[in-house]
């Protein structure tokens, strides 16, 4: 395969997660988790919030949904995200 737009998962896993709105960044994609759809399109990056934020020895896993709409770009080595951090969407595991 020569395609220059075709990224391999396994590859992308690597990918550092960073918000260019805020400049956080959110751990390698491998560390956190997608959904995808029943047509195999990318709907949400799940981000874990966790490690960041809370320590979570004996607690529930804090979670955000990150819309796929809101990845700007997928880098060499980056996924670029741009989302206020009010608009993400929490839940616990």
Same mark, same amino acid.
């Given at each position: 395969?020569n395609?220059?737009?075709?990224?391999?998962?396994?590859?992308?896993?690597?990918?550092?997660?960073?918000?260019?709105?805020?400049?956080?960044? @959110?751990?390698?994609?491998?560390?956190?988790? $997608? !959904? /995808?759809?029943?047509?195999?399109?990318?709907? *949400?990056?799940?981000?874990?919030n966790?490690?960041?934020?809370h320590?979570?020895?004996?607690?529930?896993?804090?979670?955000?949904?990150?819309?796929?709409? @809101?990845?700007?770009?997928?880098?060499?080595? $980056? !996924? /670029?995200?741009?989302?206020?951090?009010?608009? *993400?969407?929490?839940?616990?595991?």
């Amino acid at each position: 395969m020569n395609d220059d737009k075709i990224k391999f998962y396994s590859d992308m896993e690597r990918y550092e997660i960073i918000n260019i709105n805020n400049g956080e960044k @959110y751990n390698y994609l491998s560390d956190n988790d $997608t !959904i /995808i759809d029943k047509d195999g399109n990318l709907k *949400l990056l799940i981000i874990n919030n966790t490690t960041k934020h809370h320590f979570s020895f004996f607690g529930s896993d804090v979670f955000w949904e990150v819309p796929w709409e @809101y990845v700007n770009k997928i880098g060499t080595r $980056t !996924i /670029i995200l741009d989302i206020e951090e009010s608009e *993400l969407k929490n839940f616990s595991k």
